[in-house]
Structure formats: C-alpha cells, structure tokens
DNA sequence: GTCTATAGGTAGATAGAC
DNA sequence: GTCTATCTACCTATAGAC
C-alpha cells in the first residue's frame, strides 16, 4: 500500500498553504475561492488544510497577519532613520516612495491581494472590512507625516499620492505589467512632489 | 385567495432588476452576490427573474450594456463639440475630466460597480474579462488622444490620468465618501496637467 | 410573467479512523 | 497531520402549473 499524502511539519505546512493562499485568493478574492480549491493547489484535502486555520476566515487573517509581518520589516527598511526625524527634503520623500513602488513591483501577487481585497472589503460585512479600515487610515496619517515638509495641506497630499500609487499599481497588473512601474511613478511623483507654481 | 406577486410589463421589470443588480453586484461582485438575493429585494423568486435574462451572466452583461448605452450619451455631451476637433487648450482638457469626475460623484454607486467588476475582471476566466479589457484600452486611446495638445508623451499622460482618477474615485469611495471628490480631483489634475518644469 | 418544485452541483465545516 | 465520510446549507438553472 502507497502513501498518497505527504506528511509535513506543522510550520512547513502553514507556510506552503499561506504563499499559495497570496495566490489564490488574489485571483479569485475572499469570496471567490474555494478552500477546496487551496487544498488541490497544496495537494492535501479541504479537512486537512481546515486542521491547520480552523476555518476560512481565521486563514484570511493569518493571511494578512504573516504579510503585515514581512512587510513591518521592509517598510521600515525603506523608511530607514529617515522616519524617525522627518525627512528633510522633498528628494528624500522621493527615494522613499520610489523604494516602496520598487518593492510592489517585485510582487505582483500582493497587489493584486489587496486590490482584490480592499474592494471586496468596502462591504461592511465582509471579515477584512475592519482590517483594511484601520490599514487605511494609518497609511493615510504616515503617509502625511512623511510628506508635511513638502507642501502647506499634507493631508491632501498624501491622498493625492495613495490615490495614484493605487491607481498605477493596478493599472499595471490590468496591463499584465506592459509598461515600467517604476519608470512611470517617477514621472507621476515630479508631478505630485513639485512644489506649487503658477498655472500655465 | 390572495395575489401573492405583483405583475409587470415586461420593460419595466427589466429596469428595476437592473437597477438592483447595479447596487447588489457593487456591494458583493460577480461572484459573491446571488440571483436569490438579488430577486428577495426586488419582491420576485429567483426564477421568476431568470425569466427575464436566462443566466447569471447574461444579467451581468445586460448590466454593462445598459450603463454603456446611457454613458455613451452622457460622455458625448462631457466632450462636447471639443471632442470632433481636438481640445485646443489644456484648459479645455481641465474642464472635461471635470465634468467626468462630477459625474462619477454623483452616481457612486457605478463607481462601486465597476471598481469591483474590474479587479474581478483580472482573472481571464470572469465574464467581464473581454469587456474591461477593450474598455479600458478605449478609454487609453481616448485620453491620449485628448491630452497630446499638452506634453510631448500623451501615452504616458493618459495613463497618469486613469491611474490618478481611479485611484481617487475609489479612495473617496473607501473613506465613505469623506472628502470633496471634485475639489481634490481639481487640485490634483492642476498638478499632473501643468507644463513640465525644472525640478525645485 | 410569476410561481413551486426540484435537479444537480458545490460550498464550509465536523467526526472519527489511521 | 492527513484522510474519508458526512452533514447542512446554499447555489444556478430547468420543468411545468397557474
């Protein structure tokens, strides 16, 4: 008698069942997949994936938890000791953004994640309603921090450049990455970053 | 005995369910709403409303077809005469992606719509697939071609319009409609249509 | 034009064997 | 740790009565 499942330690297997999560759930969203379907991809059945997360709820938030995990620690690279001062020009904010355009675009997968997610997750029903909520708005306040030396309404600055990294970022998945993230957001954040000046 | 069901012309049961499908798919996407639901909210059975569409996805794209039909017009009225004969002003350019933007902000619930049929949409096998990705190519061509009285790569400039409306629309969406879509649509669009200059 | 009834499928989750 | 078997719920779609 052949062994048709293979055995695995417990965080082996959760690690191989996240990364293939990323995948499966930024193609299909929370609600389109299946944890069936997650289950074939890892080549185990839907109980035994269930042994591990409990249920499809609880692997979504350890989904969101392991990547917030990761990216706390690259985030914080790329803020460097600026964060911890203020940056102190205008070129710097630039680098910074740049570094974090740079790092979605070695993943494609994770903004389709949250793209997927943070539309599915404006109903307020929906497990990462809250999550996204939160996310949102302390991105929204770091964001403005990050850029008060550059102009006299951050707040609105920092909406401005949310608005268009989102909007590039999945701009460039739809365009099955045909055209140079980096090279376009440098062209946008000019734009964005340009101090004020008279109209044309 | 009592009528349990309210009879309709044929049109006008049409309409309303349209109407309907508009908000439930917004809410829950393609996949994650169901023709049960969408039916107990216009008073009907589901199979009473599959009378009139056949399939699931006949009604979705009974959906985008009738919101095409009815953008068409308003779209050509937004560009006006400017449209036959090239904006001969970025002025003129402001004032178009103006009206699109107030258009839009009326009517949040198309932006809903098809923020969340569009990231649905990436996966090749939705049935919207075909759909956006015509759309948006149109709507490519269509902004370069309105932009190139303005910078010497209205390729590019086109791009950073979508990107930054997009991502606009849908954080005013995220953020409950909190801040003024039009008002910072204005300052942000100041920015990316001004001339190129120097850097600071 | 709308209903009831039902077919046939798939979903998430649990129980218990190994 | 993983499986098989099973429960319950819900889904889309069709058939046929009214």
Redesign the pocket.
């Given at each position: 008698m052949t062994r048709?499942?293979?055995?695995?330690?417990?965080d082996d297997?959760r690690a191989l069942i996240l990364t293939a999560a990323v995948e499966i759930i930024g193609d299909n969203g929370f609600r389109g997949?299946?944890?069936?379907?997650l289950?074939v991809r890892c080549?185990?059945?839907?109980?035994?994936?269930?042994?591990?997360f409990?249920?499809?709820?609880a692997l979504l938030m350890a989904v969101l938890d392991e990547r917030d995990r990761q990216d706390e620690i690259a985030i914080a690279a790329a803020l460097g000791d600026e964060a911890g001062h203020d940056p102190r020009s205008p070129e710097a904010v630039r680098q910074i953004l740049r570094m974090l355009v740079q790092r979605n675009g070695d993943r494609p997968e994770f903004i389709r994640l949250y793209a997927m997610l943070r539309v599915e997750a404006i109903a307020p029903d929906h497990p990462a309603h809250e999550y996204f909520r939160l996310r949102d708005a302390a991105a929204h306040r770091m964001f403005a921090r990050l850029v008060h030396v550059i102009g006299d309404d951050p707040d609105s600055l920092a909406r401005q450049i949310l608005a268009a990294l989102d909007g590039l970022e999945l701009q460039w998945l739809r365009d099955q990455q045909a055209f140079d993230l980096v090279g376009e957001w440098d062209k946008l954040a000019d734009k964005l970053l340009r101090p004020t000046g008279p109209r044309e």
């Open positions: 048709t499942h293979v055995r695995m330690s417990k297997r997949f299946s944890i069936k379907d289950a080549e185990m059945t839907d109980a035994g994936l269930l042994h591990h409990g249920s499809k709820t």
